[in-house]
């Protein structure tokens, strides 16, 4: 592949200089495929780090540490034995405790899945071992993926690696937190309306949403099944992109896959953007965004403008609705979707004298107040009266808001916006008040409506000296174009060390 | 309503205006039925008051004109998807049954289903 390789936004060259846990996922996979170092070596530096930092961070549920090491030992194996262990050999990913592993326990950080052994693994789990990579450990999330903060785990809240008395976002928190903090060069998590790309900018790594259908959800535990969609986190915007490629493309398994390989996005790494036109979301960027926040994103367009994009206010005037729309139709997916937890198949039963009653005992006992909330609107919404005015109506905002990113991407390649309108808050400041936390997904969640790919690359610090994403967003299937933008953003940080995606790979923990 | 202050939030004292026109205890407690959850006194004083705000939220949606709009349920221009029916291995029998709470005779075990009130 490209220098970019040993160049991460840090500025760090020559893999032979870069060891231990801040190396990039791409360094230690040339490390190890050549021999330099072996994957056993490089899983227990990790392991190691997990160790001495995850007590304060709680990144994770569960460390697969035996597990990591057998399959550390296979892929020295298969390089001994003069075979190819695939392009992520050795490299460490934390999976987000919703993706489903085999014989390992998966929880969607809940009492109702808490001990449950899951008798097959995702495809994207599958095709991660294929590719020589190691599941390191399953890390936290908000209850079923339901939340902006992964507070709402019911094993504990993950903290931010940049200022431990602050969220690290949501609800893939611990995948974040866990690249962030170097506990694994790479991620995976899931984003339903922003799950991937909020975390990623609030710890300040490079976080992804896939078009609708790119990675197969099979094995991943369904939360909203219209919207979910698997994701990659990274340090580097070419570590996301080898991992994307390793998941991404058709699987029988999920009827709603695409039937297409996967994006080559590694590739077009160094092709810049000259030419390209970008929008700039004038409703996901003006009042309700923090003036820092705002500075930054400005600082992103005049970078991509610098590097021979044309950059433009943009209005796309349906995307104001896309909050309401969204917590509407989310949780009338999850009513449905969360009717399986009935304690009859697997997961918590709470004993009753009949089977209804140990229905509704079990799910009281088992899932905690958000989710309950959610099940309750999505019920709400759905039910006999109401279905129109809320559900149906979302349904019709949803083609609105479709209607309104296809016109703008008739004058525009690409558009830019915040990832979030702040920087990541302090515990307990929106638990309370819901509706309060779920404003922090006002701009991620119209891409999960439209089904299009976004892309959250982290653009420097705010004035409290917490990292800031910014947000590039394509039509669908543009994940080339995406990254093409977000390697530009990326290098355009490079060089300054100061504020850069390179401050914020620093712990300061 | 009984709400508790320290329950409200930062936004309690803005939601007492419009909780009774958006949703109703008894509402909540309906709801709560149909999803098989059983919520305590507390709970569904709260939770008509966090559910009512959400609600309000979604007024502009609610009450945009929509006329002629076709809903999307989906992003994708889904088709019936098919496949060769051939047999493939399947989960492991004893593998799935080992996470059950309950099992009998290689089959899930429930409490009585028949005869209930619930």
């Not at chain 1, 979707?337 to 697997?346: I, M």
């Not at chain 1, 109401?386 to 296809?406: E, M, P, S």
Request: hydrophobic share 40%; net charge negative.
């Amino acid at each position: 592949m490209s220098e970019r390789d040993t160049s991460g936004p840090g500025g760090r060259q020559g893999a032979e200089e870069v060891g231990g846990l801040e190396a990039s996922a791409l360094q230690l996979a040339a490390q190890v495929r050549s021999g330099a170092r072996s994957a056993v070596s490089v899983v227990e530096d990790h392991l190691a780090g997990i160790a001495a930092g995850d007590g304060e961070i709680h990144a994770f549920n569960h460390v697969m540490e035996e597990e990591a090491l057998a399959a550390a030992s296979r892929v020295d194996e298969r390089l001994a034995a003069g075979e190819d262990p695939g392009p992520l050999a050795g490299v460490p990913v934390a999976l987000k405790d919703n993706l489903c592993t085999r014989g390992v326990p998966t929880t969607c950080s809940s009492r109702i899945l808490e001990g449950w052994l899951p008798p097959y693994d995702a495809t994207v789990v599958a095709r991660l071992a294929a590719s020589g990579a190691i599941a390191i450990g399953k890390a936290n999330l908000d209850e079923f993926a339901m939340g902006s903060s992964t507070e709402h785990s019911a094993f504990g809240p993950t903290r931010n690696p940049h200022d431990t008395g602050r969220v690290p976002g949501g609800s893939s928190g611990g995948s974040a937190a866990a690249v962030a903090a170097g506990f694994a060069p790479l991620g995976l998590g899931s984003d339903t309306g922003g799950s991937v790309r909020l975390p990623a900018a609030y710890c300040g790594v490079v976080g992804m949403k896939p078009t609708y259908g790119a990675v197969s959800r099979y094995g991943l535990i369904a939360f909203a099944s219209s919207l979910d969609q698997i994701g990659p986190f990274g340090r580097t915007v070419a570590d996301a992109a080898a991992l994307l490629e390793v998941v991404a493309g058709h699987d029988p398994l999920d009827s709603t896959s695409i039937d297409a390989p996967a994006p080559a996005v590694s590739a077009v790494l160094d092709a810049g953007v000259e030419g390209l036109r970008i929008g700039l979301v004038t409703e996901l960027s003006g009042e309700g965004t923090d003036p820092d926040v705002r500075r930054r994103v400005a600082a992103a367009a005049e970078a991509l403008e610098a590097a021979g994009a044309k950059v433009e206010d943009v209005s796309v005037p349906a995307t104001t609705l896309g909050l309401s729309a969204y917590y509407l139709i989310a949780p009338a997916e999850a009513s449905s979707n969360l009717a399986r937890y009935d304690g009859v198949r697997y997961g918590l039963r709470v004993d009753a004298p009949t089977n209804g009653g140990m229905n509704v005992a079990s799910r009281t006992a088992g899932f905690g107040d958000e989710v309950k909330r959610r099940i309750m609107l999505g019920t709400y919404a759905l039910s006999a009266g109401y279905y129109d005015a809320y559900y149906g109506k979302a349904q019709q905002v949803r083609t609105l808001i479709i209607r309104d990113f296809a016109a703008a991407y008739e004058r525009f390649d690409l558009l830019l916006s915040p990832t979030a309108p702040t920087t990541a808050f302090p515990f307990g400041a929106k638990t309370a008040d819901p509706l309060s936390m779920y404003l922090t997904d006002v701009c991620t969640i119209p891409s999960n409506l439209a089904g299009d790919p976004a892309i959250s690359v982290p653009y420097g610090l705010g004035d409290d000296g917490m990292p800031i994403g910014v947000q590039l967003l394509g039509p669908a299937l543009s994940e080339p174009t995406l990254f093409r933008a977000a390697a530009v953003l990326e290098h355009s940080m490079a060089p300054t060390g100061d504020g850069g995606p390179a401050a914020g790979r620093e712990r300061t923990t | 309503m009984r709400i508790r202050t320290s329950e409200r939030g930062r936004a309690g004292h803005l939601y007492d205006a419009f909780v009774a026109e958006r949703i109703t205890r008894e509402d909540v407690a309906h709801v709560a039925d149909l999803a098989r959850l059983s919520l305590s006194e507390e709970e569904l004083d709260l939770f008509t008051v966090q559910l009512a705000a959400v609600l309000d939220h979604a007024e502009d949606v609610e009450s945009l004109d929509t006329e002629g709009v076709p809903p999307t349920a989906h992003p994708l221009p889904l088709v019936n998807v098919l496949r060769e029916d051939v047999v493939r291995p399947s989960l492991d029998r004893a593998e799935v049954l080992a996470a059950a709470p309950a099992v009998e005779d290689d089959r899930f075990r429930v409490p009585p289903a028949l005869g209930e009130e619930q």
